[in-house]
């Protein structure tokens, strides 16, 4: 680990600038991620408390906690929550911090980019938290059906501040997933070639492409919803030659790869974590990478599995059924290669480590009610009751969330140089492992019993008391299980046992780095000629030499091999991301009162892109001495 | 899993106590469908639970077995350069299994929509189904335009003979779903869904709007009243008539409060002047056994209630309150029970 020496010049050179306005100027990779991943992490936490309100209102039979309209806000705000604020962009925001490290970068591609992008995200999230403690929070489902959804039987501005937070959260989500490419393609340290990218770098690297081709759908579905509630078109009213099915195409289209744009990473957090936790590489390499890569290719193909109540032709049904059993298959190969490892490693139960391993339980209850719920037949009876929101808990939170977590406890030490506590981790994990289970298991009998989902009260003599006083018990063990993670976050930050670079005994780059990295990450890159660099007999294989210190210099490499191409120099610190954020939120907000608001915040956020990209004669200076004297 | 069976039992000891509620429940079907689907569930439910048992054993025995580790422990990078065939053969066979499992289940489920669709239709009743905010309306068809007949929330059938539902929405979208005779179908506006099913116990059968259609879809619920087919007969007979003529001075006033007040600007009632469509169909009001879409029961005291506030029980609903004397309630009220 020669890689990790003090360099005070390149730590300057990569710092972002004191007080308030560097603040506003940070662009680091690190500063922001961590912005980030606190921003999201807030938005679970609000998220939850919405849950706890559902549970609450529907412990009992025909509860008067709640009424209709609020409770319709509720889960239409914490669907919307932890779909669009919290589960996709909490792994892009993981990613940025990791996968630079991972791949041995000194940084991020498009690093200003990158604090537009969380800026613009959470612009967005606050505006929709502001409505809604205005009492003007959505209230149509976080896939807002038209006709509910347009103007005639939403009237007001509800569902056009839902409408405009799917744009907010698009951009971010689309300007992540090019930074992240870019990252992994061009920027890998040399000798990583694709073939020995970590798990992780894959997954990040498809969840990217996905995003890049499902975000656009919703787009387009979202902006017609708009311009049918605000400029009279008619893109979903039969009346006037619209259809409301489109909206569920293009909804689903982009909404059943959202499951796998959330679902993907978490696979790359176990791989990484049973890797590190079983001592050994992952059994199977090729076959995770590919199995990935099918998942996504087949997450775009069942997207009508969703609308199987619908009037859709039937064969066309079966061929969905089929498509949506078959993406099992992959996950299936990944869950018998981690077993592999498990059986041929030597494991070490460390809470990411059990996190991970409940992965196991959880998510195959999951995948296997996914099953059910891929069938037709079966779907007509299930569909839209308590028994797919158990369905999506399982695959959401056994397949996601838990690995998260468990993510969270591995790389902390990462993030702030301290080890989380691992009794209060132990009681974490088996709190919110039960709580979980006892919340989402008597759902699935709840749905097969005639229970539908989004229903605010329903009578006692249905059958359903016992089931739904069970499942928020549960729900109140979870919570305390999570609340014990924040403590344990806030607690082992002050006082947690020194982490050093590489508590866990891990092989790959970021480990080479200080806990938590130097601004510059790695006073010298390294290069590698394994998988796993720091587990290779004889340490890393080399570093490289010639990168300036004194300014952002980065070393940009071929996609497939990593061979140095050239150097770049990546800009410096700069507040405009910050004011363009600012200027497109004044711009979108504007634009749910009246469509000038599209003309004049053109107008207005425009300076401030213009002035974000004005080269300084410094930097150019600075670019051409750097070609004649490298 | 022992887990799932437990519940199972549990919860059929709890609904056995509750026998008195009309079925609404997949797991007790009484249609022709809903027992096909129940067939491929139990398929379905014992694949999958065997899946999961063979899953589950391999990991804890694979972690049972696997000796521990610290953190300092070397770890094995040799097998990065070569195969590993012993873990080879279980993973692809794993994999083939699944993979074959799953063609039998998409095969089973093949088979089960060929079921479903199949139900011979000869002499079949059709109804229109059509939802509203938040309320069915249900209108008898006949090739001959005399025969039809509306009602609203309660759909009687006949055991023993298909029924055909032509699915309509009025406004947003609904989905029509009595688990324990089918599964559901969605009411979009601007198209027409069909929905077949047949079931040859009689019975009452509960179902309810299963798609999010705004502020009181968790009160949207309905009725399917499967009659011996003579019954059914006597009851669509019935239906056909147009509502007696009030025969007391009572009831005489309690019509004409009908027609003066807001009641005749929403609702029918067949026999009188009054014939608005936004609003549930009266003409035999007084046989249908709840009110509001199941929401209460259909009693003097709670039909009185209903009309004077909505709101109380039903927020949002478009019924406004009517604010009557109570010399005027009680004239409609004796005038609404004549409306068998």
Partial sequence: MSADANNPVLDRSWSDPPGLIGWLSAINHKTISIRFMLTTMGFFAAGGVLAMIIRLQLARPENKLVGPDFYNQLFTMHGTTMMFLFAVPVMQAVATYLVPLMIGSRGIAFPRMNAFAYWIFLFGGLMLYIAFILDIGPDAGWFAYPPLAGPEYSPGKRMDFWAQLITYTELSGLLEAVILITTIFKMRTPGMTLNRMPLFVWTMLVTSFMVMFAMPSVMLASTALITDRLVGTHFYNPAEGGDVLLWQHLFWFFGHPEVYLIFIPPLGFMSSIIATFARRPIYGYPVMVLAVIATAFLAFSLWVHHMFATNVPELGKSFFTAASAMIAIPTAAQIFCWIATLWAGRLNFRTPMLFALSFFFILTIGGLTGIMLASVSLDLQVHDTFFVVAHLHYVLIGGAVFPLFGAFYYWFPKFTGRLMSERLGKWNFWLMFVGFNVAFFPMHIAGLRGMPRRVYTYPAEMGWNLLNLVSSIGAAILAVGILLFVINVLVSRRRGEVAGADPWGAGTLEWATASPPAPGNFAQPVVVASRFPLWSPGGVAGVVRGLADDRREVLVTSVLDAVPNHRAMMPESSIWPFVSAVAVTVLFVGSIFTPWAVVWGAVLATPPLIVWFWPKRKATQMNLEREVKP | ?340
């Avoid at chain 2, 000891?13 to 139990?42: F, K, M, T, Y």
């Avoid at chain 2, 209108?139 to 059938?157: C, G, K, Q, W």
């Avoid at chain 2, 009572?250 to 003066?260: C, D, E, N, Y």
């Fill in chain 2, 1 to 340: 899993m022992t887990v799932r069976a437990l519940a199972s039992l549990l919860l059929l000891a709890a609904s056995s106590a509750l026998a008195a509620v009309p079925a609404q429940n997949a797991l007790e079907p009484h249609g022709v469908q809903a027992l096909a689907i129940h067939d491929l569930w139990r398929l379905t439910l014992l694949v999958c639970t065997l899946v999961f048992a063979a899953v589950l054993a391999a990991f804890l025995y694979a972690i049972w077995r696997a000796p521990r580790s610290k953190e300092r422990t070397a770890p094995d990078v040799a097998v990065l350069d070569q195969p590993e065939p012993k873990l080879r053969r279980p993973v692809v066979i794993g994999v083939a299994v699944s993979a074959v499992l799953l063609v039998v289940l998409i095969v089973a489920d093949f088979v089960t929509e060929r079921r479903l669709a199949h139900l011979p239709l000869k002499d079949a009743v059709r109804i229109e189904v059509t939802g509203h905010l938040w309320w069915w309306g249900v209108r008898y068809l006949d090739d001959e335009p005399s025969r039809m007949f509306s009602t609203a929330n309660e759909i009687h059938v006949p055991a023993g003979k298909p029924v055909i539902l032509k699915l309509n929405s009025a406004d947003v979208i609904h989905s029509f779903w009595a688990p324990s005779l089918h599964g559901k179908k969605d009411l979009i506006p601007g198209r027409t869904a069909l929905l077949h099913f047949r079931t040859d116990k009689p019975g009452v059968y509960r179902g309810q709007c299963a798609e999010f259609c705004g502020f009181e879809h968790a009160l949207m619920a309905f009725t399917v009243v499967a009659d011996p087919p003579e019954q059914y007969e006597a009851w669509a007979a019935r239906q056909r008539q147009p509502a007696p003529a009030p025969v007391t001075d009572l009831q005489k006033q309690g019509l004409a409060v009908f027609m003066r007040s807001t009641c005749a600007m929403c609702h029918a009632i067949a026999g009188t002047e009054a014939g608005a469509r936004l609003g549930p169909d009266l003409t035999h009001l007084a046989s249908r056994s709840m009110i509001a879409s199941g929401t209460l029961p259909n009693t003097r005291q709670y039909l009185a209630a209903w009309i004077l506030d909505p709101q109380r029980f039903k927020k949002g609903a478009n019924m406004p309150p009517t604010p009557l004397s109570a010399q005027d309630l009680n004239a409609l009220m004796a005038y609404l029970e004549t409306l068998k």
